[in-house]
């Protein structure tokens, strides 16, 4: 008998055949998502890509950022297949960079993937930003094919173990399938403990298809350092009352606030904060002085830790108490920091301990144990309260505030101070700002109110331009619901511009906010005082309108600094992502931070040096025509 198929019966079996298909892939895809137990142990049959997957998402991973490419096509359907949300971005230093945002307002390791070669040179910016500034990332990194199966001039075929060592704490090379858990899980640990920062696990490609055994439970708590005998030490200097203490606190200590503001009660010490310490203690509590505590920094820091020789009541700080801080070129003002009579420096990096301050007591522990500790000694160490130092740190921070608030009038744009002040009224406390390299990030350093912690951030030890545009995508994914900001310059903006189309995209409500004056304002403020004039630093005009428009993101332009505070506020208030101009115009008053490095770089110039600049400026100022860029 012939057998004959018509194309309705054909279609028919054909779609029979691809429903049981379906069924069956559900099924299949319903018992492989069993490879992760609801204990957090990933075991059973998985193939690589599988075991990645599960043992991010039993280390709590809620989202990855970066780009697929041809090597990772399995992984990245796998993300899908298994449940873990992804964030395609349009460059992987964004990638990067808003894994980083998001670890600095979640206070959990952001998770990155990117392909070999080029994915890890373009996302080498971001992690040496969160290298540098201590900021826990992991890298998952695709590999060219290894052991049986290398062939060589393969594409990609850097040594992409080689080009992440120099910026991550620890970079992983896994040879199997088995070994991707255990890979993953030592990598989140290692940017968690100790001083945290970005890890990578390079994997080879073709292990993301292979299958292999796992087993891999999820590890307990990691030990913190702990040092009996220097915290004995320190707390022998802390308890004795003739001691004027301050204390200067880091990032270190930004999940140990209520602790730290307890101690800073019993010893009647004022605190400064590093840029990265902001918020760890409410800028709002009595004994909270600003960030910094030399020229570079808050008036109010630099009075009270200094002492005031023309004012009665106070002395200054004799012994410093450094906790969780590494004294970083850009906190110090370029080292310019004072040196006390007496330092404790305590930090879960012994290699930053006493590395730029003479110290006397090196403590090498966790910020929170530390704390807790001296906390139980709380009736050695106890003061009376001291009202005189109390009232006078309010006094300095009306006068701060004040100051911050004087000769903002322009006529035909916005001072930054102005809209930095303004940010700050309409954001809510539990609002994430997101400051970029600019020059006004050393003005919002000072005039922007940190009243909790994760809430304000800037990237301050590699100074990565345009790093706030993709770190504020970042921190809106991590923190659904919240107020989230971004201040920007027009020369950082087009470092990560097209960010915004992710933004657009996906509807993440991040406010973009770009000074615009056409310049490196920041680069003319360096080089007009050195060289007399400035030398590639004027930026083409743009059209920002048609930008937001081509990207699909809301618009809106703050020209004149009349009603600031209304146009703010309406900015914030637009659903979805929006794109804010601001056109600046600059005022004649002084960036503390500036002008403290200006000194102090001349101040360590040589005779020769000066008088080779000074004869140089002296000859261009007879010449009358502007050679400027």
Known sequence: MEFRLNRRDWIQSTALLTGAAAVSTTQSASAEIHGLRADGTVT???????????????????????????QENELWDTFKQRGLDYLLVTHEFSASCMADGYARASGQPGVLCVVPGPGVTNAMTGLGEALLDSIPLVAIVGDI???????????????????????????????????????????????????????????????FIEKAGVHSPPRGPQPVPWDEANFQAALAILRDPRRRVGIYAGLG??????????????LQAPVATSVSGKGCIPETHRLAVGWGYGAHATRTAEKIFAG???????????????????FSEVSTG????????????????????????QTDVKVHADANVFLQ?????????????????????????????????????????????????????????????????????HTAAEAYTTCLPRTYFNPTDNQAMGW?????????????????????????????????????????????????????????????????????????????CSLARGLGIGYLEIHQPGNLDAQVRHALACPGPILIRVRTQYTTRPVRWLESVRGRFTDELSTRQKARFLARIGARSLHLRDRSD
């Open 308 to 326: 005031e020789p023309l004012h009665p009541f106070r002395s200054g700080v004799d012994t410093l108490l450094a906790i969780g801080v590494k």
């Open 334 to 357: 370029f080292y310019s920091n004072p040196q006390p009579k007496t330092v404790i420096h305590v930090d879960a990096n012994a290699c930053n301990l006493g590395q730029v301050l």
């Open 468 to 544: 706030s545009i993709p770190a504020a995508i970042g921190g809106a994914v991590a923190c659904p619901g919240r107020v989230v900001a971004t201040l920007t310059g027009d020369g950082c903006f087009l470092m990560s511009a097209l960010e915004l189309s992710t933004a657009a995209r996906e509807q993440i409500p991040v406010k973009f906010f770009v000074l615009d004056d056409h310049t490196y304002h920041y680069m003319q403020l360096l080089q007009q005082p050195a060289y007399g004039r400035t030398t590639a630093t004027v930026l083409a005009k743009m059209d920002y």
């Open 44 to 70: 059973g049959s998985l193939t690589g890509a599988m075991a990645v997957v599960d043992t991010l998402r039993s280390e709590g991973v809620r989202c990855v950022f970066g780009i697929p490419g041809a």
């Open 253 to 266: 200590c930004m999940d140990s606030g209520p602790t730290l503001a307890c101690v800073a009660e019993l």
């Open 373 to 441: 500790r001296l906390l139980g000694c709380g009736e050695m160490i106890r003061r009376p309260t001291d009202e005189r130092l109390l009232n006078r740190i309010a006094t300095l921070k009306a006068d701060d505030a004040a100051e911050h608030a004087r000769d903002l009038r322009t006529d035909s744009g916005v001072e930054p101070t102005a809209l930095i002040l303004a940010l700050r009224r309409a954001i809510p406390a539990n609002g994430l700002f997101y400051v970029d390299v600019t020059v006004s990030e």
């Open 145 to 207: 094919a290894r052991g049986e199966k290398y062939r060589p001039f393969q594409v990609h075929a850097l040594d992409q173990v080689a080009l992440l060592k120099p910026v991550t704490k620890a970079v992983y090379l896994v040879e199997s399938v088995e070994q991707i858990p255990d890979a993953i899980r030592t990598a989140f640990a290692q940017a968690k403990c100790g001083e945290p920062g970005p890890v990578a696990v390079v994997i080879p490609w073709t292990l």
